[in-house]
């Protein structure tokens, strides 16, 4: 079955620097494009980017580019995003999700990892 | 930017069908995706491309999306159901874009 576990969230002091990880099995990973979707706490959900399936092509929301920047290991099944300039409102629960859509990008998340918390204070 | 809305909470006794709607301009023309989140839990897809049901997802969840609406239905709404249900779509200019999501309450 699909899995998505995310690491590398804690806490970070405003304008540091953060790398989550995202290890993906269970289906074929350089297949499907692959998203960071977050929720700051008692908020709701956030897109934060996109990287196709093979890592040609990136998007990002309004709220993070320039900052932040998504990548992907096809030889290791994993997800990166490596977020700078980091601030107090990046504070959230940050998501890996998988595309809906073989080798395309799609627009929606067909499986989701339970998150890692990103919290980010003086 | 495209805007979207949702109400806050809605509340259903169990067994009865609750309607959960997601408001946005010419919303018909778009596709719209729907996930359960249950309190500490991930987001889970229940409803994508306004009505397909992914496998695993109880035949009582249904979609349907027309004019500046679209919505969620549970038919016999159970304990269970109890969850934070946000839509979700493409737009060219907001990228994936969700709603503020609804709280469901199971009485």
């Known amino acids: 079955q699909v899995q998505l576990v995310e690491s590398g969230g804690g806490v970070v002091q405003p304008g540091r620097s953060l790398r989550l990880s995202c290890a993906a099995s269970?289906?074929?990973?350089?297949?499907?494009?692959m998203h960071w979707v977050r929720q700051a706490p008692g908020k709701g959900l956030e897109w934060v980017a996109v990287?196709?399936?093979?890592?040609?092509?990136?998007y990002y929301a309004d709220s993070v580019k320039g900052r932040f920047s998504i990548s992907r290991d096809n030889s290791q099944n994993t997800l990166y995003l490596q977020m700078n300039s980091l601030r107090v409102d990046d504070t959230a629960v940050y998501y890996c999700?998988?595309?809906?859509?073989?080798?395309?990008?799609?627009?929606?998340?067909?499986?989701w990892g339970q998150g890692t918390l990103v919290a980010v204070s003086s | 930017s495209y805007v979207l809305t949702q109400p806050p909470s809605v509340s259903v006794a169990p067994g009865k069908t609750a309607k959960i709607t997601c408001g946005g301009s010419?919303?018909?023309?778009?596709?719209v995706h729907w996930y359960q989140q249950k309190p500490g839990q991930a987001p889970v897809l229940v409803i994508y491309?306004?009505?397909d049901r992914p496998s695993g997802i109880s035949e009582r969840f249904s979609g349907s999306n027309s004019g500046d609406t679209a919505t969620l239905t549970i038919s016999r709404v159970e304990a269970g159901d109890e969850a934070d249900y946000y839509c979700q779509l493409w737009d060219v200019d907001s990228d994936r874009l969700f709603g503020p999501g609804t709280k469901v309450t199971v009485l």
């Open positions: 491309n306004n009505g």
């Open positions: 990287v196709s399936y093979d890592g040609s092509d990136e």
């Open positions: 999700a998988k595309d809906g859509l073989l080798l395309v990008l799609g627009d929606y998340f067909d499986y």
């Open positions: 269970g289906f074929i990973f350089s297949d499907y494009a």
């Open positions: 010419n919303i018909q023309i778009k596709s």
